[in-house]
């Protein structure tokens, strides 16, 4: 604490801390009890103490119970004493209750729109594997077609050259 002189000028407090420059040993630990012994040393005086345990510990719950109960009914009745004070708290509620559904329609509308944002994403992908594949499977039919037809084609034209062979060499037999 900083002192004045008769002229008024502070003077700096001197402190007396001890600066050492050696290192300090430090005392060894010694082991805490790990509970304190509190209990009686007698038998009687061992009954005694549990006595009085069952005899306070339901007052004291008692009691407890009760200053919880008086300090609701003091609250519930300071808020609800008048009309306005009811009213008051009403609105609160209405307000709280406004806020909360406002919250929940914030959130299904968001989650609609994500839900049909990726149907059409979905709808879009399944439209265009269709395409695909029908494009793929048009050309595949065409592809088959255009073989069968030349395959008919040869094989008419063989056919037609088996049968006119067969005709020219029927009369040659009999």
């Given amino acids: 604490m900083a002192t004045t002189s008769r002229g008024g000028t502070r003077k700096p407090a001197t402190t007396t801390r001890k600066t050492s420059t050696t290192p300090t040993r430090k005392a060894p630990k010694r082991r805490a009890s790990s509970t304190t012994n509190t209990q009686p040393k007698t038998r009687a005086l061992q009954a005694q103490v549990l006595a009085e345990r069952v005899v306070l510990v339901p007052v004291g719950a ?8 008086v300090s609701t009914v003091k609250d519930f009745t300071d808020r609800y004493r008048t009309r306005n004070g009811l009213e008051r708290e009403l609105k609160r509620y209405e307000r709280r209750g406004a806020t909360a559904r406002n919250r929940v329609e914030r959130r299904v509308r968001r989650t609609r729109t994500v839900l049909e944002r990726e149907m059409r994403q979905r ?12 494009r793929r499977l048009e050309r595949e039919v065409r592809s088959v077609r255009r073989d069968l037809e030349k395959q008919s084609s040869t094989l008419t034209s063989r056919v037609e050259k088996a049968f006119s062979q067969a005709q020219d060499r029927l009369p040659s037999v009999s």
Wanted: hydrophobic share 30%; proline share 0%; aromatic share 4%.
């Fill in 62 to 69: 008692g009691l407890l119970a009760r200053d919880n109960l």
């Fill in 123 to 134: 709808r879009r992908g399944v439209e265009r594997t269709f395409r695909q594949n029908r």
